[in-house]
């Protein structure tokens, strides 16, 4: 059911805009597990897209000092100057890329960023390539902003990665945007240079396609693999890049809403255009939280992600003891993204048969009473994505959990 039709039985008709959105399955399942737990059932969530960790320390500091400075107030349009210097630090020092200041936006999350940039440059009908599995998100903006995603399936055997035959093809008059997001959600799944170049020289033929990057787990990679972001690998691309990025993931600052990105002045402006009719500007507080975020301390970054990867290779392993269960090994992220195909057509305990991915999840949810979402959500089956940002304690439970209602399929 789409949120048009279910807002639609409410007596309210709503805008025509919205009319292809579906209720996203992750919300679904999040509340089905919630109302159960509620029931006193024992469910493991592993949806929940955001680290366990917390907010590092003097990042909290530094909210309370802005507090106190009185820095309450509406900021500059679309970041404060310090951030914006923060920003730009960060792109040189970590990605080898300079942007000016008027090459850099702040928004509130990511996800904005992202709106943002479809509001300002999609007129009806223009085209965005979007590989699969994405970010569900990506597609429900650009069709909000009335473009066509137009998705690309990358499964696992090819290392859920866009090649570049696929994106030759795909490409059309229509085509605006490129969205490609390194390490991936929901895969796990990152491109290297070596990955990336092919990608990149098809893109150099094609003057009028854009690149959007979402770099948004940057930091949170695995077995030594080496982080790189487009406009770094082929300079001539950054007049028309957007490279996106955001203090979520890396620094566990999902409540505080604070993305950004780097791009060509002009599409910078035309962002700002839409975000001072939007917001009027990212929260003052959370931007000088970011301040410290970006120039802070980075050391801890590296204990996290080997927490990160501990829990996955916990994952990862524990999948692949189950029969019909087959997962690749991410590169980043927290997500694995298994696939299910071999449980398909098996029959539950009470007679009924797995057709699909989503069967697999709801059957996952009410007998494992482990909460994941199947790999429909993300444009791409039979899989299920779980997040493994949760204790070690409670993936081993919950991997238990399955392994057993798994043993339970005929
Ligand atoms: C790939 C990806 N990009 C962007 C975002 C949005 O992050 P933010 O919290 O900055 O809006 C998410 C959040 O789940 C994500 O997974």
């Not at 979520?248 to 700002?272: F, H, V």
């Amino acid at each position: 059911m789409t949120i048009a039709t279910k807002i639609e039985e409410a007596g309210f008709k709503p805008a025509s805009r919205i009319a292809s959105i579906g209720v996203s399955k992750i919300l679904q399942i999040g509340a089905r597990a919630a109302a159960m737990k509620r029931d006193g059932l024992p469910v493991i969530i592993l949806g929940a897209g955001e680290p366990d960790f917390d907010t590092p320390d003097n990042v909290k500091q530094a909210a309370k000092a802005a507090i106190d400075r009185g820095e309450t107030k509406y900021t500059a349009l679309d970041g404060t100057p310090e951030l914006k210097k923060a920003i730009a630090a960060k792109f040189l020092r970590e990605n080898g890329v300079d942007y000016a200041l008027d090459e850099v936006t702040v928004g509130t999350g990511a996800k904005q960023i992202l709106f943002n940039a479809f509001m300002a440059s999609i007129n009806p009908g223009d085209e965005v390539i979007i590989p699969t599995p994405y970010w569900t998100s990506y597609s429900d903006i650009v069709e909000i902003c009335g473009g066509v995603p137009v998705l690309i399936p990358c499964d696992a055997t090819a290392g859920f990665r866009l090649k570049a035959e696929q994106l030759e093809q795909a490409i059309t008059e229509k085509t605006r945007w490129v969205l490609l997001n390194s390490p991936s959600n929901p895969s796990g799944a990152a491109y290297g240079e070596a990955d990336y170049r092919p990608l990149l020289d098809v893109l150099l033929r094609y003057p009028h396609v854009w690149l959007m990057v979402d770099d948004m787990y940057e930091h949170i990679v695995y077995d030594g693999f080496s982080f790189v972001t487009p406009v770094a690998l082929e300079p001539k691309l950054k007049a028309r890049a957007l490279t996106i990025n955001g203090v979520s993931k890396a620094y566990a600052m999902t409540g505080w809403r604070i993305g950004y990105a780097g791009g060509p002045k002009a599409l910078i402006k035309a962002m700002a255009v839409i975000q001072s009719q939007a917001t009027s500007c990212p929260s003052s507080v959370s931007q000088a939280a970011s301040v410290e975020a970006l120039n802070g301390p980075q050391d801890f970054l590296k204990e996290r992600q080997e927490s990160f990867k501990r829990r996955r290779d916990l994952v990862v392993a524990a999948l692949n003891a189950i029969p019909g269960i087959d997962c690749r090994t991410p590169e980043g992220a927290f997500y694995t993204f298994a696939g299910c195909g071999g449980l398909i057509g098996r029959k539950t305990p009470a007679g009924r048969t797995i057709e699909t991915d989503a069967d697999f999840t709801d059957y996952l949810l009410e007998v494992a009473h482990v909460a994941v979402v199947p790999g429909s959500a993300f444009g791409l089956s039979p899989y299920f994505r779980i997040s493994y940002a949760t204790s070690e304690a409670e993936l081993k439970e919950a991997l238990k959990h399955i392994a057993e209602a798994c043993a339970k399929l005929a």
